[in-house]
Antibody, heavy 121, light 107 residues
Framework: EVQLVESGGGLVQPGGSLRLSCAASGFTFSDYWMSWVRQAPGKGLEWVAN????????YYVDSVKGRFTISRDNAKNSLYLQMNSLRAEDTAVYYC??????????????WGQGTLVTVSS | SYDLTQPPSVSVSPGQTARITCSGD??????AYWYQQKSGQAPVLVIF???KRPSGIPERFSGSSSGTMATLTITGAQVEDEADYYC??????????FGGGTKLTVL
């Protein structure tokens, strides 16, 4: 069974840092691009970042560029999101998701259960 | 920026057909995907590539797309289908976008 389990969320002050982790199992992790997607409380979904199989390509939504860094460790089947200079508007549930690609289209499947990040003083 | 537009809410009685629309300028050239998110849970893919159903998704879920509009149809909606539904697609520059979500009420 494909499984993604996030951890590392919590309460952090504005300007602070947090590192999220996602442990993958049930599939060959190194074969897939991976993404982080977030959802602010009561709001919709927003793609945050993704990373290529070997980590050589990384992409970010404009609002987190320069503050967040996505990375992975294929030996540990793990995905990470280092979040620095956190702002109140970064408060959200952060989901880890496996990227799928086909004929120039992409989507996310499956998703982890999410980890809540709260940025507040 | 690219937008996918969904109605905020749709309401049906059990057994009726629910239709949720998603409009976007790039949909004639890009597939639409649909996610179901029940309260407090992670999103689950229910339709991919406009009309394909992943294994384990009930047959009452179907999808279609024509021009700039994609539609998720739930034929014979059940109480357990009550959830938020999000469409997803990309634009010509591969920017990844979710619709604003539609709250489906079945009662």
């Amino acid at each position: 069974e494909v499984q993604l389990v996030e951890s590392g969320g919590g309460l952090v002050q504005p300007g602070g840092s947090l590192r999220l982790s996602c442990a993958a199992s049930g599939f060959t992790f190194s074969d897939y691009w991976m993404s982080w997607v977030r959802q602010a409380p009561g709001k919709g979904l927003e793609w945050v970042a993704n990373i290529k199989q070997d980590g050589s390509e990384k992409y970010y939504v404009d609002s987190v560029k320069g503050r967040f860094t996505i990375s992975r460790d294929n030996a540990k089947n793990s995905l990470y999101l280092q979040m620095n200079s956190l702002r109140a508007e970064d408060t959200a549930v952060y989901y880890c998701a496996r990227d799928r690609y086909s004929y120039g289209n992409n989507w996310f499947d499956p998703w982890g259960q999410g980890t809540l990040v709260t940025v507040s003083s | 920026s690219y937008d996918l537009t969904q109605p905020p809410s749709v309401s049906v009685s059990p057994g009726q057909t629910a239709r949720i629309t998603c409009s976007g300028d790039a949909l004639p050239k890009k597939y639409a995907y649909w996610y179901q998110q029940k309260s407090g849970q992670a999103p689950v893919l229910v339709i991919f590539e406009d009309s394909k159903r992943p294994s384990g998704i009930p047959e009452r879920f179907s999808g279609s797309s024509s021009g700039t509009m994609a539609t998720l149809t739930i034929t014979g909606a059940q109480v357990e289908d009550e959830a938020d539904y999000y469409c997803y697609s990309t634009d010509s520059s591969d920017n990844r976008v979710f619709g604003g979500g539609t709250k489906l009420t079945v009662l």
